[in-house]
Nanobody, 116 residues
Framework: QVQLVESGGGLVQPGGSLRLSCAASGSIFRLYVMGWYRQAPGKQRELVADIGSSGNTNYADSVKGRFTISRDNAKNTVSLQMNSLKPEDTAVYYC??????????WGQGTQVTVSS
C-alpha cells in the first residue's frame, strides 16, 4: 500500500515562504508522476504543480514564477517551494502519486494559511 506523508504547512504572512515535503513509500518512486494539489474552502481541488519521471514540470498559471516543484528519487520525496505567498494561496495542500497504470494515491493533506 502506497503511503504519502506531507509536512511543512503552517501559518505565514503575505510575501513569505514555505516549503512542503511529501515522503512516499515504495521502491519505484522514480517512475511515477508526483504532484501537489490544493483545495480551499468551498472550492474544488486544483492542480498546483506536478513533475514527471524525467523531471519535466507543469505549473498552474496562478503559481508560475512563485512556486517550484522538485523531486529527490534517492529519498522518495517531492517538495514544493512556495515563495511570495498570497492570501489566495491559503488551502489544504495534498501530495498525489500517479502510477504507470494510472492509479492515484493521495496524502492526508497539510494546511497552508497565508494571513497577516
Amino acid at each position: 500500500q502506497v503511503q504519502l506523508v506531507e509536512s511543512g504547512g503552517g501559518l505565514v504572512q503575505p510575501g513569505g515562504s514555505l516549503r512542503l515535503s511529501c515522503a512516499a513509500s515504495g521502491s519505484i518512486f522514480r517512475l511515477y508522476v508526483m504532484g501537489w494539489y490544493r483545495q480551499a474552502p468551498g472550492k474544488q481541488r486544483e492542480l498546483v504543480a506536478d513533475i514527471g519521471s524525467s523531471g519535466n514540470t507543469n505549473y498552474a498559471d496562478s503559481v508560475k514564477g512563485r512556486f517550484t516543484i522538485s523531486r529527490d528519487n534517492a529519498k522518495n520525496t517531492v517538495s514544493l517551494q512556495m515563495n511570495s505567498l498570497k492570501p489566495e494561496d491559503t488551502a489544504v495542500y495534498y501530495c498525489k502519486q500517479t502510477t504507470l497504470t494510472g492509479n492515484a494515491y493521495w496524502g492526508q493533506g497539510t494546511q497552508v494559511t497565508v494571513s497577516s
